[in-house]
C-alpha cells in the first residue's frame, strides 16, 4: 500500500464485507433507504439470487438482440430471466454476434412457476423491454430488437434522498444514475461469469513535483486464469457507507477505492447526492454524473473519510467512460498531498465490460521515504520524497477467453540492439529492463523487440550471456522511454566475455598457445563468497595453482591453460569443498561453483 507520512497507506485490495451500520449513522440510512429502494426498483432486480425449491426440468431461453433501427447485433445486452416473484431464474450477456442462451435455475425450475417465467433485457441508451417465456418443448427462441435513446433523456420517477436538497438538474441526474448503473451492472456481470486469462501490469511511478514528468517506475506482470474482475475494492458498499474511505487499526491509515460493484450497490445510492457536472472540452459527447456524501457535516466532526467524484458516460457510444474521484475529510496535511484517483471502463468486442486501468495519485509526501514495489496481491507499497508526486495503479495488458476471443491494449514497444566494443552485433546477450520482471535475449544480428511496455521511462541493462552465466551484474545501460501505440529504437554497448577476460588477463591474454578460465565461487542464491580459496591441478596432480584467492566479487581466473588437456579445479570454504575436472577445447571456459554454507 503507499505509505504516505504518519505510516498512512493507500491501497487497492479485497477486505471482508460487514453487515453492521454505526451507531450515529444507522437511523438517517434507514429514512434515505426506503425513499432510495423507491427510486431504483427497477435496476434493484439485478442483484438478486437464485432461489432454489423442488425442481422440474426447464427448457433453456435462447436468442439475439438487435438494434431497432440498424438491426445490428447488440454485444454487452444484461439478459436476465426472472420468476413471477421477480427474482432472477438466470441472467447472462449477449456475445459479439448479440447472442445468449440461458438455462433458467441451471436447467431445473420449481414446477409452480416454470410456465410463468419472464424475459428482461437492459442496456445503458436503451429503453428495457420485458417478454414473457413460453413453455415451448426445446427451449424459446427470441429475436429481440431494443430501441434507443439519448442516456440521459429518459423520465424516471424521482426519490432523492431527503439530506440532498432540491436541484434543478435533480430528475436529469437520477435518470443518469439509473442508465449508468445498467452499464455497471453489465460490468459487474461480466465480472462474476467471465472466465479469461488476464495479464495485468501493476506500476509505481514517481514524477517530478514541478513539471509532472514522469521520473522512474517499477512494473510487474501478473498473469491470472480464473473468474473475476482484475481490480477490485478494498470493501463492499456497505462497509464504505459505514466507515469511509479510510481503514487501519494499528496506527497506520489507508484510503481505499471504490470499483464497479460498490458504485452499483445500493447502499452507495441511498447515502450520496447526485448532479449533473459542468461540460468538459476535453470530453465531447460526454456528460458527467458527479456525487458526494450526503451528510458531509456530520461526517467532518466524525473525522469520516469520503470521496466526491464524477462518472462519465459517453451519450454518442452509450458506455461508461471512467471514474475520477478524490477525498475529503482530510486533516490539512495530507490535503495537500491531494489524493484522488480514477477508473477507467472498456467495452470489448464480445460485449464484456472490464475496468482496463486503475491509478491513484499523490500530489506529493513530505517525509523521504523509499520504496515502490507492486506484489501480487495487486497492493502497491509505494512512497515519495517531498520533491516527487506518485501514482500507483495497473492496466489490463491481455485478455484471452476459452472461446478463442482475446483482446490486448494497445501499448509500446522498444527494439534494442546490443553491439560490442567492436561494433559487432552482440549475439546471444541478456537483455533485462530495471524495476521490472522483463527478460529478453538478443538474437544473431544484436537485435530484441520488447513488446507490451507501459507508457513511461525504462532502463535496459545488457550482460553478455556468458557472464550472465556467472551471474555477474550488468555495466552496460540504456535509457528510453516507452510510447503507447508505437516502436522507439535503443541502442546498446555491451562488455562481451573477451574484453571481460582481457581486463582479467592482462599480458598473460597474449600468451601464444593458451587457453584462458574464468570462475566465480557464489552461494545458492547467487551471493559472492568473497573468501573461498581455489586450486588447478593437470593431469598428474601436479599443483598449477596451490590455494588461491577468489576476488571480493566472488571470481578467480587463469590464463595459461594448455588447451585439450584435462585438469581439476578445487573450491573450498572452510570444510566445505567443490570439485571440477574439465577438458579445456575452447579458448575461453566459463565456471561456476556453488558453495552450501
Not at 371 to 380: C, H, K, L, N, Q
Request: net charge positive; aromatic share 6%.
Amino acid at each position: 500500500m503507499p505509505r504516505l507520512h504518519e505510516e498512512t497507506p493507500v491501497r487497492t485490495a479485497p477486505l471482508l464485507r460487514s453487515a453492521h451500520h454505526s451507531r450515529g449513522r444507522s437511523a438517517r440510512r434507514f429514512a434515505r433507504a426506503a425513499v432510495a429502494r423507491a427510486r431504483l426498483i427497477g435496476v434493484a432486480l439485478f442483484l438478486l439470487i437464485v432461489v432454489h425449491a423442488p425442481v422440474v426440468l426447464a427448457q433453456p431461453v435462447y436468442g439475439t438482440v438487435r438494434d431497432s433501427a440498424s438491426q445490428l447485433p447488440l454485444p454487452g445486452i444484461v439478459v436476465l430471466v426472472l420468476d413471477p416473484s421477480g427474482r432472477s431464474a438466470a441472467r447472462g450477456i449477449t456475445d459479439q454476434a448479440g447472442r445468449f442462451r440461458l438455462s433458467p435455475y441451471g436447467g431445473k425450475a420449481p414446477a409452480r412457476s416454470a410456465n410463468k417465467l419472464r424475459l428482461r433485457v437492459l442496456r445503458m441508451g436503451f429503453r428495457p423491454r420485458e417478454l414473457p417465456i413460453a413453455e415451448v418443448a426445446g427451449g424459446t427462441k427470441f429475436d429481440i430488437s431494443l430501441v434507443s435513446f439519448p442516456v440521459q433523456l429518459e423520465e424516471v420517477q424521482v426519490m432523492s434522498v431527503p439530506t440532498c436538497g432540491k436541484r434543478p438538474d435533480r430528475a436529469a441526474a437520477e435518470s443518469l444514475l439509473v442508465q449508468a448503473r445498467m452499464a455497471l451492472y453489465a460490468t459487474v456481470l461480466a465480472r462474476s461469469q467471465s472466465s479469461a486469462t488476464i495479464t495485468r501490469l501493476l506500476y509505481s511511478r514517481t514524477f517530478d513535483g514541478g513539471s509532472g514528468r514522469i521520473q522512474g517506475q517499477g512494473v510487474r506482470t501478473r498473469v491470472t486464469s480464473a473468474p473475476g474482475e482484475p481490480f477490485s475494492a478494498t470493501r463492499s458498499a456497505l462497509m464504505f457507507d459505514r466507515d469511509g474511505f479510510r481503514e487501519g487499526n494499528d496506527g497506520s491509515h489507508g484510503f481505499t477505492g471504490p470499483d464497479a460493484a460498490t458504485l452499483l450497490d445500493d447502499a452507495f445510492a441511498e447515502s450520496y447526492c447526485f448532479k449533473l457536472v459542468a461540460p468538459d472540452r476535453a470530453r465531447p459527447r460526454q456528460v458527467g454524473l458527479g456525487f458526494e456524501p450526503a451528510d458531509r457535516v456530520e461526517e467532518e466532526k466524525e473525522g469520516r473519510i469520503d470521496l466526491v467524484g464524477t462518472l462519465w458516460v459517453d451519450t454518442l457510444s452509450r458506455v461508461l467512460r471512467d471514474l475520477t474521484f478524490r477525498y475529503v475529510g482530510l486533516d490539512k496535511a495530507t490535503s495537500a498531498l491531494a489524493p484522488e484517483g480514477r477508473l477507467s471502463f472498456r467495452e470489448l468486442s464480445n460485449g464484456v465490460v472490464i475496468i482496463d486501468r486503475w491509478t491513484l495519485r499523490l500530489g506529493g509526501a513530505r517525509d523521504e521515504v523509499t520504496g515502490m514495489t507492486p506484489v501480487a496481491s495487486g497492493d502497491v507499497v509505494a512512497s515519495a520524497s517531498r520533491s516527487q508526486a506518485q501514482e500507483i495503479g495497473g492496466e489490463i495488458a491481455h485478455v484471452t477467453w476459452a472461446d478463442g476471443d482475446d483482446w490486448s491494449a494497445p501499448l509500446g514497444t522498444v527494439r534494442l540492439h546490443a553491439v560490442d566494443s567492436q561494433e559487432r552485433p552482440a549475439a546471444s546477450s541478456v537483455v533485462q529492463l530495471v524495476d521490472t520482471d522483463v527478460q529478453a535475449t538478443t538474437d544473431a544480428s544484436g537485435s530484441v523487440l520488447v513488446t507490451g511496455l507501459l507508457p513511461g521511462p525504462y532502463v535496459a541493462i545488457t550482460r553478455d550471456a556468458r557472464l550472465a552465466e556467472l551471474g555477474l551484474p550488468a555495466t552496460a545501460r540504456v535509457r528510453f522511454s516507452a510510447i503507447r501505440d508505437s516502436i522507439v529504437d535503443a541502442r546498446i554497448q555491451v562488455e562481451s566475455v573477451d574484453d571481460f577476460a582481457a581486463k582479467r588477463c592482462g599480458s598473460d591474454l597474449r600468451s601464444a598457445g593458451k587457453s584462458w578460465l574464468l570462475a566465480r565461487v557464489v552461494t545458492a542464491d547467487g551471493q559472492p563468497i568473497p573468501d573461498a580459496r581455489w586450486t588447478i591441478r593437470d593431469e598428474f596432480g601436479t599443483a598449477l595453482v596451490e590455494g588461491g584467492r577468489v576476488d571480493s566479487d566472488g571470481m578467480f581466473h587463469w590464463c595459461r591453460l594448455t588447451p585439450n588437456k584435462p585438469i581439476s579445479i578445487d573450491v573450498w570454504r572452510g570444510e566445505r569443498r567443490v570439485n571440477a575436472s574439465r577438458v579445456v577445447k575452447e579458448q575461453l571456459t566459463t565456471l561456476k561453483f556453488v558453495l552450501v554454507p
